[in-house]
């Protein structure tokens, strides 16, 4: 038996993320995965920890992702490339936005602040995966 993983060029085209970006959520995703332990754990001092301070990573991730986008569209308008430019740049976007409402939503659920219910708090991930299948086709 054979186990395949993604390439890095499947994992970019898939998600439509640069190799730096899929480097920066790879990042957040491992350090966030550590607080999340830590803090389900109930290590003294990490146990008391607010949700908030556990999505920290994911957050900053996404925002360092925006803010290479801008500058990636930028330079991709100022040498005249504005379709592929708006192309990318949109779906990066909206891929960051659905991810990010999640995070914000997933996060409210556990601190107990908010009355979605599970499938509504889902809901942004459902949306992107649905569009990144209609993507990859």
Known sequence: MTI???TL????????LSP????WQTLAVALF???LALKTDGVSQYGDMSWTKVFVPLFVANCVNAYFIAIV??????T????????RSGWTLV?????SIYHVLL????????DFSHPETMAPLFILLVLTVFRSR
Do not use: D
Not at 20 to 23: G, K, M, N, T, Y
Not at 73 to 78: A, G, H, K, Q, Y
Not at 80 to 87: C, D, E, H, I
Not at 107 to 114: A, E, F, P, Y
């Open 73 to 78: 569209f930028i330079r991709s308008v100022l």
């Open 107 to 114: 996060c409210q659920k556990l601190q107990g602040t908010s």
């Open 9 to 16: 060029k499947e994992a970019s085209i898939w998600t439509g």
């Open 20 to 23: 730096f970006e899929l480097l």
């Open 33 to 35: 995965s550590v607080l």
């Open 95 to 99: 891929f960051l936005a659905l991810l």
């Open 4 to 6: 395949m993983f993604f």
């Open 80 to 87: 005249g490339q504005v379709k592929k430019a708006l192309q």
